[in-house]
């Protein structure tokens, strides 16, 4: 079991688990703040929409079939009204407004910009034919009442807050967020609220962690740092099995005091993969913890990730491998990370080898996205880390690129 795979390879037996993770239970909340949540309960169309044939344009509703030159204008229908006047009769127009019903009888909308209104007359342009249904969404065409509009496993964003309002959706059924304990390791590591001595390293993996797994859906346990020391890390790994998930950072590389997969192993956890050939993130853990520990107390195999402790690495791996977890964990669809296509905006010379994932920087200024990489001092360059707003995937078997080439990056 586990060993150094490669990177699709190390996805895939991320996939598979994420797709047998169990359900969390369900909350109700309040529509607005449901942002970020996962929904439980697919939500229903609460009638046919639009609920009326709608005027997509402000003009003449008319008929079709016999639009002529010069039509009399019978009356006016503003949004928020309905027609009450008589059936619409050959030769007759109503004038309509955006998002206002249709007039029984009409079944087309002539815009105002190809008319010419004289007194009680509107005059349509020369040659502009109209077909039935022209400007005109018909009820029920977008959804019909009780149709699932928003399945369940949704996340719910922007998009899906505006539909599920216009279905009448007060509050959602939503997934409770999984707990993620996160536990830092090394000697090095001191706390915010600590003086650092000038030997000693802040804990910034904890609070970018926690920072990740809160936008990924789920709720952060930050636990103690753990020192490198065995005893110190069954500690850990026995307060943050009460969480759903457990993530490590640090002491998965090969030093004498990196003790995180000795620990594991000795608990009896069974190890996914061991390594990915990837670069930063090479010493990245994905396993299990067995389901009955050692005290005999059960907690049903939880998953854990031992990530690479330079911080970069951290989030790099965060994002290839713990996030589709996490999601998944949460009640989403199971879905692997964020990777899009870009411009290369310059020359990266090759170093073939191990596929590198690096900061870099994606700007839009024109319709095709265009990526650079930032400079870097290496996976442990926070700065260069924030300067960055994604990672510019680099395959290990290409040598060279150049400034037009389209790359994947990994969108964070
Ligand atoms: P390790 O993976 O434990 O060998 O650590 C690799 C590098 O990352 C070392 O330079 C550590 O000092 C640094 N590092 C490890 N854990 C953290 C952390 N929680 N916050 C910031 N830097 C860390
Ligand atoms: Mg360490």
């Known amino acids: ?79 928020g009204e309905q027609w009450r006047g008589e059936e619409m009769r050959a030769g007759q127009a109503i004038e309509i407004m955006t998002g206002a019903p249709m007039p029984e009888g009409a079944d087309a909308v002539v815009m105002v910009e190809h008319v010419r209104v004289e007194e009680a007359q509107v005059r349509v342009q020369e040659g502009r034919g109209l077909t039935a249904g022209e400007n005109v969404v018909p009820r029920g065409a977008e959804a019909r009442a009780g149709e699932v509009v928003l399945p369940r496993g949704t996340v719910l964003g922007a ?13 959602v059924a939503v997934y409770e967020r999984p707990r993620v304990a996160i536990v830092a390791t090394g000697d090095e590591l001191v706390e915010l609220r600590d003086a650092p001595k000038d030997w000693q390293i802040r804990n910034s993996n904890s609070y970018g962690l926690a920072a990740m797994v809160d936008a990924a859906g789920g709720e952060a346990v930050r636990l103690p740092v753990a020192r490198d020391e065995r005893e110190a890390l069954r500690e850990r790994l026995t307060e943050g099995r009460e969480c759903e998930l457990l993530l490590l950072s640090g002491g998965v590389s090969m030093g004498k005091y990196d003790l995180v997969e000795e620990v594991l192993a000795e608990v009896g956890a069974e190890f996914f993969f061991t390594g990915v050939r990837m670069q930063p993130g090479k010493p990245v853990v994905f396993g299990r913890l067995p389901p009955r520990q050692s005290d005999g107390a059960e907690f049903g195999g939880r998953y854990f990730f031992g990530l690479p402790g330079n911080p970069v690495s951290t989030q790099v791996t965060f994002h290839c491998f713990v996030e589709p977890m996490l999601r998944a964990m949460g009640g989403a669809e199971v879905q692997g ?54 990672y510019a995937v680099l395959p290990g078997d290409v040598e060279g690129f150049r400034a037009g080439d389209v790359i994947s990056v990994l969108l964070r």
């Open 159 to 171: 998009a899906e807050i505006a539909l599920a309002a216009a279905c009448g959706a007060a509050t």
């Open 1 to 79: 079991m586990g060993g150094v795979m490669e990177f699709d390879a190390a996805l895939d037996l991320v996939l598979r688990e994420a797709s047998r993770v169990s359900r969390m239970g369900l909350e109700e909340v309040e529509l607005l703040a449901s942002r970020g949540r996962v929904l439980a309960k697919e939500v229903l169309s609460e009638r046919d929409q639009p609920p009326f044939d709608r005027a997509t344009r402000d003009g003449f509703a008319v008929r079709a079939a016999d639009v002529r030159t010069e039509m009399a204008i019978v009356g006016q229908v503003r949004a």
């Open 337 to 390: 990370p964020r990777f899009a296509q870009a411009t290369l905006g310059e020359n990266v010379p090759g170093r073939a080898g191990l596929m590198r994932l690096l900061p870099a920087g994606l700007t839009s200024t024109r319709v095709r996205p265009e990526v650079r990489l930032v400079g870097w001092k290496g996976s442990g360059d926070l700065g260069a880390n924030a300067r960055a707003n994604c």
